[in-house]
């Protein structure tokens, strides 16, 4: 695990969804997205919605009165559009990048290996900020998942993996995590290779990237879950519809300002601040 | 960790709710609870219930055709009646009695430290089966959780408890558990003293508990969170509003046929059977 786990030098806010975006409110999530944006340009990706009517409308009330130079939106109707100069051209002063939620197989499909696709990298590698809530935060990972049953026992087949953008390695993002029972389908994807590290974030929470560590804020927990020393599983014996066995996973609960090292694998004790 | 961990020589048979009770269906955990009962007395506590009515008619036709000599219901309706010599008789010859399901402080306000309870005791120390689903569930151990949020965010002040039957120590017992997304609030109950291990029980799913080991029935897992090498958790910190952190909890996923040691708080490896 000595190799970095971030692609790039820039920073990735994933958030597990709901995040606080109530111009009353306290929109802590999306004032921490404006502080990176820093008066610079922020481009609203709703690639992953069907219907990303009123998306846009909704964030630029919430963003309104925060530090965002300018907000402009980008939507894709098919992969044809995802080279189009128009809309790459969106990109290319951009301070950050923000995907709303939706259907994560929507943003990989139609902006995979396309021109969008590289500029998102670029402006990830020359430092600037990827941001993505619920889909937009699962699709950062290297294999990202897709469907899985949720407020059930999890059954050995019945998670859905895909390739995602790999803007970060060796881990596995899920969202909406307390809200919708997901812990047992998280287990279940490090279960398949431990070399992945679970992250599971609740709603109107997100993991903060910087360099090697990530911080947590909002009003919710981030859920580590770490395969590392796991002794058994029955993931490669059992028919798909057999209950996961595992023993020995190592579990964090995160709450608003604990840190994590990711390269180390290790939660940072709050007093090493 | 080296004292025993049930209090009795009987068998607990502990289900998350929501057993299988079709007369056509598998029934796996009522033929175990049959299997032990063996053709003797099976007093149904239908005492956790508001409103009972019907579950003795549901529970009847679901051991219609099992091998039960005897299946008598006993309710009481306040606590006056616990003490009854008609209610008390009613346990005498009983190999077995199973809780249903309900509120647990309706089982042990109504019954706690009266003539009933002392019986209950005397069968199990006498080497006989205790089941309880759900509220019949929780209320066995030391100290049981009351109510708690499910489906959402654990924080600090989310738990009530209450104590409990006794009938087995050093363990917190939640259930109906991926159903209702109650991983956040089991961890929580650890971390308030992780003396007690958190075990977790599915719906149709139950721990057998035999001597010191327990084994996994039906159709779903038992979670078991250990606390022994947590490094940090902010329980004793925090605002009880707070989210609840707690790093390096140990987390084993059971299913159908795994076996674990309550005593050396280990899961026993399938190949060691």
Chains 1, 2 share one sequence.
């Not at 922020?42 to 009165?65: I, R």
């Not at 402009?72 to 189009?84: F, I």
């Not at 430092?127 to 059954?155: F, Q």
């Amino acid at each position: 695990m000595a190799e970095d786990v971030k692609r790039g030098k820039g920073c990735l806010i994933i958030i597990g969804g709901h995040e606080d975006r109530d111009p009353e409110g306290d929109r802590v999530i999306l004032k921490e997205v404006a502080r990176h944006v820093a008066g610079g340009k922020l481009v609203l990706a709703t690639v992953a919605s069907h219907q990303p009517e009123g998306y846009f409308e909704e964030y630029q009330k919430a963003f309104d009165d925060l530090d965002i130079g300018e907000l402009v939106e980008l939507y894709v109707e098919d992969r044809n559009e995802a080279s189009d100069r128009d809309k790459l051209a969106v990109l290319d002063d951009a301070a950050a990048i923000f995907f709303s939620g939706g259907d994560q197989l929507r943003i990989t499909s139609q902006i995979g290996d396309t021109g969008i696709e590289a500029k998102v990298r670029a402006i990830y590698e020359r430092g600037g900020v990827i941001a993505g809530t619920s889909a937009g935060a699962s699709v950062m990972s290297d294999t990202m998942l897709v469907k899985g049953t949720s407020s059930e026992t999890h059954r050995i087949g019945d998670l859905h993996m895909a390739p995602g953008m790999g803007l970060i390695r060796n881990v596995i993002i899920d969202q909406h995590f307390a809200e919708r029972g997901r812990f047992g389908r998280l287990i279940g994807a490090v279960a398949h290779n431990p070399r992945v590290l679970g992250i599971g974030i609740d709603e109107d929470t997100a993991a903060v990237v910087e360099d090697d560590i990530f911080t947590v804020i909002g009003s919710g927990a981030v859920y580590v879950v770490d395969g590392s020393d796991v002794s058994y599983s029955n993931l490669a014996e059992a028919r798909p519809e057999r209950v996961l066995s595992m023993h020995d996973a190592r579990v964090h609960v995160l709450g608003n300002g604990n840190r994590y090292d990711l390269k180390r694998r290790r939660p940072i004790p709050p007093s090493d601040r």
